[in-house]
């Protein structure tokens, strides 16, 4: 039951009020059909709008089922006309842009109807007014009585329980008015239908009830209606009516679409600022990217590097600088004085050793979290395989370490830790990093695949597909001697003749290759009489075996770059599998086992390396030379006609394969000889000595001897023989040694031929002491000659012979220790031949002072000398014993191919990316820190970040200039935005009718503000899209001819997350700036708007 009590509406513009209502009280039935007829002004219209609830009344009340409505909010009202109320205006007022069918659509749509319910419910209601076959037209396509069935149909859509019809044939012919007016009747059978008309004809035939006004005065009612005398119904709860989010981007969208043109120019406008920051967007990523590209590829060239011995750059750095600036701080330098600029200590003060096993400890424990920042941690040792060509049909070549470039300055490398190498380095051979990643995606595969076995090794190209040829030769692909000969001809500044061809190879070629690997420790041999290990690499046949059953190293691949920056340099490349393979084989080998059981001596020398240290060239080389005395005996023959001993026969002494440097022989002292001879044995008793042999033989023997103590003791001159002897003969003791002859002899044959001596030397001036030389030149004198024939029968030849004999053999095994003391750091086959040199001088000497006696059997002379190894054997042991290099424990495991894997000689650390690399820094700093803490300064770490002093800045300030355009941009885009409030305010006032028409049937102010809303998020949206389509249309452009000039590939490219934020950017500034239009439409006046064309 719908009443009015009292309602009063008044209308005031300016000074005037227009009462429209003027307590007009009313009340009706649920079903009838009621007619409200009366002059223009009279208040028809504005009844209507109350009862609807389009107008709200100043005073009185309007009672819907016994509820007043006095206290409704604007969502009751908006529930109430969505619910109860249904609008048949004059005008028919459908919205244009809509569809018929979505047209009656809408009132179910604020009422939450699913969209399968709501287009069969929609489809019956236009099928009950004859409209089933115009349901996808729009209203622009129909006639003026289907537009208003249409407007019929979507008032009863949602079965309302009035239906409010204002002048619903007014703009009809009669025909149709009077199919209108049936159509309203039958409705009213079964609820209340409200119809105002100036057509009194048309209430009369149809209305149940027919209502008079004027002036705002209820002046007649044909059939009134007490509600006293009504029981009130009890109705069932009214839907709240809410407009969905898609129903208003629907509403919408089908609005914009009706304007595209000014639809597309607004966003494109809008757009601008979308451009101009999406732009900037694109280029700052393609560079960051660029030098994203460029710093990655720089980490896996130059990773974090932290050796065994560190060093501070920056301490280096700071030395340079400081002898340039004069390295004091302190003031200028006084005039006329020079001061000291410490750059060696500056230097060495940044060099320390890395205590790298503990680091490994860290970093193998995710220290500090380091493997979040990280692609790969490499860890390198000192084991550098000994890989050899397969072909040894024309010896042994050694390709890793490859020492043919040696002698021009190249230092042979071979363990390679990094992945470009040792930049002086001649060898080809390196070891390629365990995390594949870091390189795979920089090259393609040409053949074969990537290594993975301790036996397999990978060919890199170059970007042109080419390889050196010393990787060539190493591989045996060109003939070696070739380049020996080409060292040969530089090292001796002959002109150099290289091959002309460039060669080329097939990959099948490549793989076919093969190497061969033995182990370092295979070359070295126990020594069991010295105990020590000897290196047999200078043993032809010995390596030739041990290359021959060594293990084959093949080819398994070939790569080449597929871009500018290639991580690994050209070049033959073996896996870490084959390091470890290596260590752990070297581990198990007698000879390291010897060598980490005692760390402090020295396997190859036997002795500590202290020892070593001090004396770097001590060797026992006398044991090395047996003596053959029974030989040496027959070697020597004496002429027992003369007395002079001939020993000539040594001149041409030569031993086979064996030169010797004569000036390193020393003299013969025949002093030294002559003393070791026994004379007692030598000299037979005359007739009238009545001594035995013995005593005469010590009478000569001491004679001599007995003078030179005499002048020692008395401090005289030997040489005054003149003097002093007559003196020492009157000594006792003299006359002790003669007595023991007849003591009333005359002075026998010994006085007078020590006599003679003594007084021949002093007439000459020879050395008393030096009776080898001395001896001989008074034995060759008139005197010396005559008591020689008168001692001839005194002399035992034959136990002189035997005597010499001895005395000469202890005399060359003294020679023999000393000649080979001198020349022990001199290897190989000059050895043997500087000490025939050398024992030939020596003999020619010994010949030259005793040929008057004695003879020399060469050959028999030279069997008597032998030594005890041959000549590789005392080659090998000589390098082994006596290299002039400083060893230790340390350098002798590396020889051996030993490393322990706890503690690495290098470990390179690859970061994920800058930021990355900065995270490992503060992880290293921070290891260093605690390192300090815990008072264990010996584990603080030095390291080199090169790259990072070189870089660390580009990508900030890449990103503040982005920062700074961006700004700039900005301000076009808030233009942009405060552009498109403004073109919302205006499309706000162009769909004032729409406006009307929504509130009518039941939509809410807060639906009228998300229509609006939607059209700019619409607006936006596009906005956004066309700045970010222009933005990617216009870096294909920009990117083709930055490549063509500058080689560089997507310098300009637009993220796709920067896209979509952009896109949203866009939508949030023209939501923003569409807020204000937004909030005046929704509180636009429904009955205004409905007037409103």
């Not at 079903?31 to 107008?55: Q, R, Y």
């Not at 005065?217 to 119904?233: L, R």
């Not at 030939?840 to 002379?861: H, K, R, V």
């Amino acid at each position: 039951m719908l009443q009015l009590s009292e309602v009063r509406k008044s209308y005031t513009t300016g000074d005037f009020t227009q009462i429209a209502l003027d307590d007009v009280s009313i009340s009706f039935r649920d079903n009838e059909f009621v007619a409200i007829l009366g002059p223009s002004g009279s208040g028809k219209t504005t009844l209507l709008n109350v009862v609807g609830g389009l107008d709200h009344y100043d005073s009185g009340n309007l009672v819907i089922d016994g509820v007043e409505t006095s206290r409704y909010r604007d969502r009751d009202w908006d529930t109430y006309r969505n619910n109860r109320i249904g609008f048949v205006f004059q005008s028919y007022n459908l919205i244009p842009h809509q569809t018929v069918l979505a047209n009656v659509e809408l009132a179910l749509t604020l009422a939450g109807v699913s969209p399968a319910e709501r287009r069969r419910r929609a489809v019956e209601a236009l099928e009950q007014v004859g409209l089933g076959d115009h349901v996808h037209k729009r209203p622009n396509q129909l006639s003026g009585g289907q537009m208003q069935r249409v407007a019929i149909a979507r008032a009863l859509i949602n079965d309302p329980e009035i239906l409010l019809a204002d002048e619903p044939t007014g703009a009809l012919d009669s025909h149709t008015s009077v199919q209108i007016m049936g159509l309203l009747t039958s409705i009213a059978q079964d609820r209340l239908v409200i119809m105002v008309t100036h057509n009194p004809e048309l209430a009369e035939e149809y209305a149940t009830r027919i209502v008079q006004l004027r002036d705002g005065v209820v002046s007649s009612d044909s059939d009134p209606f007490v509600p006293d005398d009504a029981a009130q119904e009890e109705r069932s709860q009214a839907r709240r009516t809410s407009m969905s989010f898609l129903t208003a981007i629907a509403l919408s969208f089908n609005n914009l679409m009706t304007k595209k043109g000014r639809t597309l120019m607004t966003s494109f406008a809008g757009s601008i600022g979308i451009i101009g920051i999406a732009a900037i967007l694109a280029l700052a990523n393609g560079v960051n990217a660029y030098i994203k590209g460029v710093e990655e590829d720089t980490l896996s060239m130059y990773p974090l590097a932290i050796e065994s011995q560190g060093f501070d750059i920056g301490s280096m750095l700071a030395a340079s600088a400081g002898l340039m600036d004069g390295g004091s701080d302190e003031g200028s330098t006084p005039e006329g004085d020079v001061h000291e600029v410490q750059l060696l200590s500056t230097m060495f003060d940044g060099i320390g050793t890395n205590d790298l096993r503990s680091l490994k400890t860290y970093l193998d424990g995710d220290g500090g979290g380091i493997d979040s920042s990280v692609n790969s941690i490499q860890y390198s040792y000192d084991v550098t395989p000994q890989i050899f060509a397969s072909d040894v049909s024309a010896g042994v070549r050694q390709v890793n370490p490859d020492t043919t470039m040696s002698s021009l300055g190249l230092a042979p490398s071979g363990a390679g830790g990094s992945l470009l190498g040792s930049a002086g380095s001649s060898s080809v051979f390196s070891e390629l990093v365990d995390d594949l990643s870091l390189v795979d995606t920089q090259y393609d595969v040409k053949a074969g695949r990537w290594p993975t076995g301790p036996d397999e090794t990978v060919v890199v190209l170059s970007n042109n597909a080419g390889i050196s040829d010393l990787a060539l030769y190493a591989m045996g692909l060109r003939d070696s001697a070739e380049l020996d000969e080409m060292v040969r001809q530089v090292v001796n500044e002959e002109e150099v003749s290289t091959p002309e061809e460039a060669l080329g190879f097939s990959y099948d070629e490549v793989m076919d290759v093969t190497f061969r690997l033995i182990a370092a420790t295979d070359r070295y041999r126990y020594d069991e009489q010295y105990g020590v290990w000897t290196d047999r690499s200078g043993d032809a046949a010995h390596m030739r075996s041990l290359v021959e059953a060594g293990e084959t190293l093949r080819v398994v691949g070939v790569v080449q770059p597929n871009g500018d920056n290639s991580v690994l340099r050209p070049g033959i490349y073996y896996t870490s599998a084959l390091t470890r393979q290596l260590m752990e084989r070297a581990a198990e080998t007698e000879i390291v086992r010897s060598q980490l059981e005692h760390r402090d001596v020295n396997v190859f020398s036997g002795r500590s390396f202290a020892e070593d240290e001090a004396n770097p060239e001590e060797l026992d080389l006398a044991s090395l030379i047996t003596v053959d005395e029974a030989a040496i005996e027959k070697a020597f023959v004496f002429d027992e006609s003369k007395l002079q001993l001939d020993l000539g026969g040594l001149d041409d002494l030569s031993m086979p394969e064996i030169e010797l440097d004569p000036s390193a022989m020393p003299e013969l002292d025949l002093s030294a000889v002559m003393g070791d001879i026994d004379l007692t044995t030598l000299v037979r008793p005359p007739d009238n000595l009545e001594a035995d042999a013995g005593q005469a033989g010590a009478v000569v023997a001491g004679l001599l001897q007995g003078y030179l103590d005499f002048t020692t003791a008395a401090g005289a001159d030997p040489a005054d023989t003149a003097t002093n002897f007559p003196a020492f003969l009157a000594s006792p003791k003299a006359a002790r040694l003669l007595t023991a002859t007849d003591p009333t002899a005359e002075p026998g044959l010994v006085t007078r031929f020590v006599t003679g001596y003594l007084a021949h030397a002093t007439a000459n001036g020879l050395e008393v002491a030096d009776v080898g030389a001395g001896m001989q030149d008074f034995l060759a004198s008139d005197a010396g000659q005559a008591l020689q024939s008168e001692a001839m029968g005194l002399i035992d030849t034959s136990s002189l012979e035997a005597q010499l004999q001895g005395a000469i053999t202890g005399y060359m095994e003294e020679v023999m220790a000393t000649y080979m003391g001198e020349v022990s750091s001199q290897i190989g086959d000059a050895l043997q031949t500087q000490i025939t040199a050398a024992l030939e001088d020596s003999m020619s000497q010994l010949t030259e002072q005793m040929s008057e006696a004695m003879s020399i059997d060469e050959d028999a002379f030279t069997e008597a000398f032998s030594l005890n190894k041959n000549q590789e054997e005392l080659t090998q042991l000589l390098m082994s014993m006596a290299t002039t290099e400083l060893n230790s424990v340390e350098s002798n495991l590396r020889k051996l191919g030993y490393a322990d894997p706890a503690d690495p000689s290098t470990i390179e650390i690859y970061p994920v990316d800058f930021e990355g690399k900065g995270r490992v820094i503060e992880i290293l700093d921070s290891y260093n820190e605690r390192m300090r803490s815990d008072g264990a300064e010996d584990k603080v770490i030095n390291y080199t970040d090169l790259v990072g002093a070189l870089m660390g800045s580009v990508t900030d300030i890449v990103n503040m200039v982005s920062y700074v355009l961006v700004a700039f941009v900005a301000i076009s885009l808030i233009v942009s935005s405060i552009m498109i409030g403004v073109i919302t305010y205006i499309s706000v006032l162009e769909r004032k009718k729409e406006i009307g028409i929504l509130r009518s049937i039941g939509a809410s102010k807060r639906d009228i503000r998300r229509v609006f809303n939607a059209e700019t998020l619409i607006v936006g949206f596009v906005a956004g899209a066309l700045g970010v389509g222009i933005t990617f249309l216009l870096t294909i452009p920009a990117n083709a001819i930055v490549y063509s000039n500058f080689d560089i590939e997507n310098v300009a490219r637009l993220p796709w997350q920067a896209a979509i934020v952009l896109v949203l950017i866009s939508m949030a500034l023209t939501s923003l700036a569409g807020l204000i239009p937004a909030s005046a439409a929704s509180r636009k006046d429904p009955v205004e708007a409905l007037r409103s064309e």
